[in-house]
């Protein structure tokens, strides 16, 4: 049965009964391969949807994208968003473009109006058209188009799985995950990319390595920190101001890369050194199985388990008291309960 993979992790309440039960499973892992803390099934098979970017992008860092086209860290941070359409967020894709050499019209990601209610509400106003650069995830799609353009290949199917680029992330996923590349189950996201299946675990693992990545090849581990430092120092590109994975950033200072995916995934990696001077990256994976449609749930989830493991200290996660444990009220603003997380977090730091 699937829900022997998930615990109970985060519960609402209403007057004084728990009303709501969000089920989930998480770990954490070092850079190392050792697992620190569990809940559920570290090796349930599940996709990592928008998280990956991260990931996706590290081929093209490492064959030397960024020095190439002469990209900023702002730049290189908006090809691992799921940004929500501000018009910042636009101008530095349309940079990308204009410096590689494509256009808005080579995106293949689709069209949806942009996330962020005032520009929504502005563009409707105004009679703006929505374009694929609104999209959160066309600073993706460019990094995609970039990677083609780099390597002279065709950029027509560049979201087909077996377009090269596409084979390469594979293999280059595949490789920080430290699973083979067939085991690797294969779907399509909503913006039409390949989407990457595997264990909660390997995830985890992937980004404690990109976090600290002492033990790679040299122009690997380069890329990973090229990428890190550019995330850390742009976080208002990965989601955008006031939103969970951009809060949890910038309250990390540097320490914290934050990356959520759709359907209830959720990725925090965590530099080396973040603990002490001598502790190794770790990599947080988080999977709520109902998909945590209003996104409520993984915040809780995430804090807890950082707050526990030492990762975040009091007055940071007084910071972030609104995505933590907090009152639910009605349109009346009257009190009915409050979200908390309803698990323990026993970890085992050697």
Known sequence: MIYSNFKPLVELTRGAIVECVHYGAAVVVDSFGQVIYQVGNPQYVTFLRSSSKPLQVLPFVEAGGVETYHLTDKELAIMCASHIGLD??????EAIQKKVGFSETNLMCGVHPPVHAATLERMIKQGEAFTCNR????????GFLSYA???GLPLEDYLNPQHPIQQTILGVIAEMCNIPAQDVVIGIDGCSAPVFGVPLYNAAYAFARLCDPETLPAPRAAACCKIVHA???YPEMISGPGRFDTRLMEVGQGRLIVKEGADGY????ITAGALSPDSPGLG????????????RARKVAILHILSNLGILNDQQMAELQEFYIHPLYNWRK???????PCFEVDYNFS
């Open 149 to 151: 353009t780099l390597r």
């Open 231 to 233: 995330m850390t120092s």
């Open 88 to 93: 910042d967020h636009v101008a530095t894709v």
């Open 135 to 142: 999209h959160t995830c066309s600073g993706k799609h460019s």
């Open 334 to 340: 009257l009190q009915i309960g409050e979200i908390r």
């Open 284 to 295: 947080l994976v988080l999977k709520i199985s109902d998909g945590d449609p209003d996104q």
């Open 266 to 269: 959720q990725i925090v990696g």
